[in-house]
């Protein structure tokens, strides 16, 4: 079965640093792997996506993403944070073999980047 | 353009009632989805449809009911509201012929309680 895991409720980071959120995956296949972005009150947007080829993929925002299959890793990373940034980030996955097309969400990580 | 587009916004029940939350498409996406969101547990499918006249479930299928007469619309129905089917829900869609690699689009959610 998928599953997804982002280990930090909360990521704290001063506007101009660069921040690192955390995710984790599970698939018996090869996947396929997404961060979404959600602001207040608002639906999930999509920020990157990795399907194949180059490890590092970049997204909307500045924002990119590094897949590491050894690890199983799909971190999202931005090298100078926004206050504008802070926002609750999804990671979610999708095994290439299955035909359900289901997309599985973690719990979800909030980013609060301070002035 | 329109998007996804969900119905009501915010709805109030008490438990027993029924009632349908509305999504809509206009980008001729095949594939929608609907997922509740709680606090702690990120997003979890409850349904899915690959297509009109094609629906499946997914993690949390239980209580609700979902059908696709045409390529546009998704409703979802609550068959007998319960308390802990108070959430937000959300409706998302992607790009025909590419549900497995695509990303999703959201509609701005509908927030429910139930009394």
């Not at chain 1, 207040?40 to 590094?66: C, H, M, W």
Request: one cysteine or more.
């Amino acid at each position: 079965a998928q599953s997804v895991a982002q280990p930090e409720d909360q990521v704290n980071v001063a506007e101009g640093n660069p921040l690192t959120v955390k995710c984790t995956y599970s698939v018996s296949g090869n996947p396929y792997l997404f961060w979404y972005v959600q602001y207040p009150n608002r639906g999930l947007q999509f920020l990157l996506k990795y399907i194949t080829g180059d490890n590092l993929v970049k997204g909307s925002y500045g924002f990119e993403a590094e897949f590491n299959k050894s690890q199983t890793s799909f971190h999202l990373k931005k090298p100078s944070a926004l206050v504008s940034d802070s926002a609750l980030y999804f990671c979610a996955v999708r095994d290439k073999g299955d035909s359900s097309y289901k997309l599985i969400f973690g719990s979800g990580t909030r980013l609060l980047v301070r002035p | 353009n329109a998007g996804v587009t969900q119905t009501p916004k915010f709805q109030v029940l008490k438990t027993g009632q029924s009632m349908t939350l509305q999504c809509a498409q206009d980008m001729n996406h095949e594939y929608m989805s609907w997922y509740r969101q709680d606090p702690g547990m990120g997003l979890r499918l409850i349904h899915y449809s690959v297509g009109a006249g094609i629906t499946d479930q997914g993690e949390v299928p239980n209580g609700y009911n979902v059908s696709r007469s045409t390529t546009e619309d998704f409703p979802l129905r609550l068959l007998s509201a319960a308390p802990s089917q108070t959430s937000v829900y959300f409706c998302a869609s992607s790009y025909k012929g590419h549900p497995n690699t695509g990303e999703l689009f959201f509609g701005e959610g509908s927030r429910l309680t139930v009394l």
